[in-house]
């Protein structure tokens, strides 16, 4: 890392789950372009992982990849010492900001849906977010900020979402409770509900998928689809201190999509 890039540093450090793809990548880069550096989580795919870490460094801050996976609980307290160690390699003992990200699809209709991808997306969408937060806790200085990644479909229903959208709902009622208990901290948490976004979630079915992409674009008031690139600059602004009398709100970030 160069000095300018060490002088670009803000001592700010964010936790970002599910942050090698998609909107949680996109937002690990908006953070290092401001200066904050990154503890992110991923899945399964280890390169592209390392190809966020050389795009942070190249951006202007170090990122550190960890591997988890947000529906085995089980895994959070393993999770919680390599996070204490990462932050000492950061000269660090705390952390300043956590963006619950990470999630995982689900097509499923009242009629079809299983208990086991119920039991699924419960662990990933809202027992993860609530006890991966719980053990984050200890970790993260008064003064902070969470953001909660929920859904346009916790607003508006649409077929083959029975499951998905209720579970993103109640992770918009959580972050209101969260907001409430951890007021006595001045720790805001706040709602990014992204709207469909051209990525490889859900198959990438609104990236490449040009029929679906065009009914998205033809319900949105702005006239097509989002990207990665307009949804990471809205959660890095929601964590940013000009932001800081934000909290307990649900932003919706779809372009006026389903108005």
């Known amino acids: 890392m160069t000095a300018e890039r060490q002088d670009k540093s803000t001592g700010k450090i964010a936790i970002i789950t599910g942050g090698s793809r998609g909107i949680g990548r996109n937002t690990v880069l908006c953070l290092a372009r401001r200066g904050v550096r990154s503890i992110f989580t991923y899945n399964s795919n280890q390169a592209e992982a390392d190809k966020v870490i050389a795009l942070a460094a190249e951006a202007g801050a170090g990122a550190i990849a960890l591997k988890l996976d947000t529906g085995k609980s089980a895994s959070f307290p393993a999770f919680v010492d390599a996070v204490r160690s990462a932050l000492e390699s950061m000269g660090a003992d705390h952390f300043d900001y956590l963006v619950n990200n990470a999630g995982t699809s689900s097509t499923a209709t009242l009629a079809n849906g299983t208990e086991e991808e119920l039991d699924a997306q419960f662990s990933v969408h809202f027992k993860g977010v609530f006890l991966l937060t719980q053990a984050l806790l200890p970790l993260i200085n008064d003064g902070g900020r969470i953001v909660n990644i929920s859904s346009g479909l916790a607003r508006v229903a649409m077929n083959g979402r029975a499951i998905y959208g209720p579970m993103k709902a109640a992770v918009e009622t959580l972050s209101r409770y969260m907001a409430l208990e951890l007021g006595p901290r001045r720790i805001a948490v706040n709602v990014v509900a992204p709207g469909a976004i051209a990525t490889d979630f859900s198959g990438g079915v609104v990236r490449d998928n040009p029929a679906v992409n065009k009914m998205v674009a033809d319900h949105t008031a702005l006239g097509r689809a989002g990207t990665p690139d ?30």
Not at 244 to 258: K, L, P, S, T, Y
């Open 230 to 259: 307009d949804v990471g600059p809205v959660i890095a602004g929601l964590l940013s201190d000009e932001f800081g009398w934000v909290n307990a709100q649900r932003i919706e970030v779809a372009g006026g999509m389903q108005i």
